[in-house]
Structure formats: C-alpha cells, structure tokens
C-alpha cells in the first residue's frame, strides 16, 4: 500500500547534538518515512514539533539541498533575512552551500507538523549561533576540538 | 528569502505524451520548485489538477523513487491493489523497481493540489495500461516503435 500510515511508524525525538545544544529539539518528534517506505534516493522525514521547539539548531549545509512543507499549526522560519511565518501549505527551500543559516521554531501553543526532505551529506554543516560544527562525520567545536 | 512564493513561479501544462495520451493530463498544472530554488539534489514539483485531470498516465519507474503529499482538495491514488482517497495531509511513497503503476486523479468538481518529489530518472518507466513505455529518452509504443 503505498499511502502512509503514520501511526504505524516509530516516532524519536532523539538527537545527536552535544548537551546544551540538544534541549532545543527535545519536542522535536521524527518519523522516517523514507526509509520506512523503501526510498533511497532522498530523504523524508515527518516532524512533529512540540511548543517550544526547533527543528534543530539554525544551520546551513554545505553539500545537503533541504526542502520542508509545513502540514499543520504554524511555525517560525529563522534565517539570515529575519522571521518568517509558515502555516500549512507553506514551504521553503534551502540549496546547499547557500550560507544561510536557517530553521523553524514552534513558537505557538499548539503542535505543528511539517515535513523535511534532504540527503544524507557527507561535508560539513555549519552553525552560525552556537560553538557547533558537523564535520567529519561527527558534532565538534568551531576550533575542531571534540566534545 | 527561502520561503516559497508560490505565484512568482511560472506555471505549465505542458507533455511530452504522444496523443491520444496527452488528453489525460491537459488539466495538470504544473511548477518546478526546485529547478526554481536552486535545488539539484531532488526533484519538487507543484501541481494542481483541475477537475477530471491525472497527475500521469499510471505508471512506474525503474529507478526513480518518488513521493507526493497533498496539500489541498481531494485525490484518489489509483494503483494495482485498487483505489485510495488522499486528503490534504495525505501521503505515498513510490519505491523505484517495484512494479506498482500508480497515479492521482482528481474525480472532485474542485481543484486539487500536491507536490511531487523524484529524480531525473535514466531507465525506462512502465505504463501497465496503455501501449506507452519510456525508454532510452524517448515515448515508444511497448514494441519499442516510435510515435
């Protein structure tokens, strides 16, 4: 059957940012769907985004184009140019290598839903806020030493 | 600004179906968001159907994998295990290789609207109902002929 059943695929909320900069996305519950249907040449995730939560920590990808479509409630794109409000039927798109660190915040009361779609990147991610660097396959800081 | 704006992107109904096939697709409205957003690593398309239009003839792809979300009206996903109703929400997910012709069709008096996510696939793409195949670039009937 091709349609989705959500409820029938596992929902994390894991994250393998270094603490203090995983409690950002402690509210942030991920389905794999990609993998869970059998894709292989991109990604797809479901996020749930609890109040209060991010989608991760604002970033931007050197060799990783990422698309997300919000589903339902609203959240906050954070990005280079300021705020932007997404509600259902928004979306937005990241191409990589745009240094343009980005990404939505659930600042309501109630959950939003959206999905993401990317592949999985083998450079670097870079964090503009925060002492955080995805390189060489693990989370570092900017001077490259290990957590 | 990574947002979409929806009415900035050209729109087209544009086929490459040899006739009498082309007709099924004529109320398919179509925009590349991706192409649009600088994106490479996948595909992502915009369509609306107007009522009475498919998305494609049913078919499959031998190596492209590919996953559509809806976002407004209504749509069934016709495949070969019978007839699905998609909503706004509603997702499905094509894995490349598997021989499951599928397609939307929007049986509603109102439009319908979804985005499509897929690669630019290189083999050849089956379509179970008609005398239609892709292969080698170009639409051939199934004995390899040329329109």
Same mark, same amino acid.
């Given at each position: 059957?091709?349609?989705?059943?959500?409820?029938?695929?596992?929902?994390?909320?894991?994250?393998?940012?270094?603490?203090?900069?995983?409690?950002?996305?402690?509210?942030?519950? +991920?389905?794999?769907? #990609? &993998?869970? $249907?059998?894709? =292989?040449?991109?990604?797809?995730?479901?996020?749930?985004?609890? /109040?209060?939560?991010?989608?991760?920590?604002?970033h931007?990808?050197?060799?990783?184009?990422?698309?997300?479509?919000?589903?339902?409630?609203?959240?906050?794109? +954070?990005?280079?140019? #300021? &705020?932007? $409000?997404?509600? =259902?039927?928004?979306?937005?798109?990241?191409?990589?290598?745009? /240094?343009?660190?980005?990404?939505?915040?659930?600042?309501?009361?109630?959950?939003?839903?959206?999905?993401?779609?990317?592949?999985?990147?083998?450079?670097d991610a870079h964090y503009?806020?925060?002492d955080l660097r995805w390189s060489?396959?693990a989370y570092r800081r900017k001077d490259g030493?290990?957590?």
């Amino acid at each position: 059957m091709p349609k989705i059943d959500l409820e029938a695929i596992e929902q994390s909320n894991s994250t393998g940012y270094p603490p203090p900069f995983a409690a950002a996305v402690g509210g942030r519950w +991920v389905r794999r769907l #990609g &993998r869970h $249907s059998g894709l =292989a040449d991109f990604g797809v995730s479901h996020v749930v985004l609890k /109040p209060g939560a991010a989608s991760s920590q604002r970033h931007w990808h050197e060799d990783e184009d990422e698309f997300v479509v919000l589903l339902s409630g609203e959240a906050v794109l +954070v990005e280079n140019e #300021g &705020r932007t $409000s997404m509600r =259902a039927g928004d979306m937005a798109a990241f191409p990589k290598g745009e /240094p343009n660190g980005h990404h939505l915040v659930n600042e309501s009361e109630d959950d939003c839903a959206f999905l993401a779609f990317g592949r999985v990147p083998t450079g670097d991610a870079h964090y503009p806020d925060i002492d955080l660097r995805w390189s060489g396959g693990a989370y570092r800081r900017k001077d490259g030493s290990a957590f």
